[in-house]
């Protein structure tokens, strides 16, 4: 279901068709954080630590009429340059281990410029 932002009139997606869209152009990998706070890709051996990827892009997700539907997704540029996908809560709902590993994995550089990025967590 997409959306008008009310400030911009901008035609917006959900989180879901986002994931579907990403999943559809081959650009999707999904992540998550394993229980020793490393990043890891579903279904794949091998761990990651924040300095071992760099952040590409966020976008940030409000439900249209329940703040608990707010998530924010993170492309993570790894280190064989796939770009994959972790997925939290936004605000209260946010998930403190991805919080704490987001904030420690370095920006991407003024050079690799994305349309859809957002300013990283501080």
Known sequence: MTYSDPGTGTL???????LNELRRSGRNVDLRIDENSRLKVNDQPGR?????????WTRRFEGQSNPEDMAILYGLQLPDGQIGVLVDGYGPASDSDITTFIRAVPRKTPEQSDPVSAPHPE
């Open 12 to 18: 917006m997606q959900t989180l879901s068709e986002t």
């Open 48 to 56: 990651f630590q924040p300095k071992d990827v760099r952040l590409m």
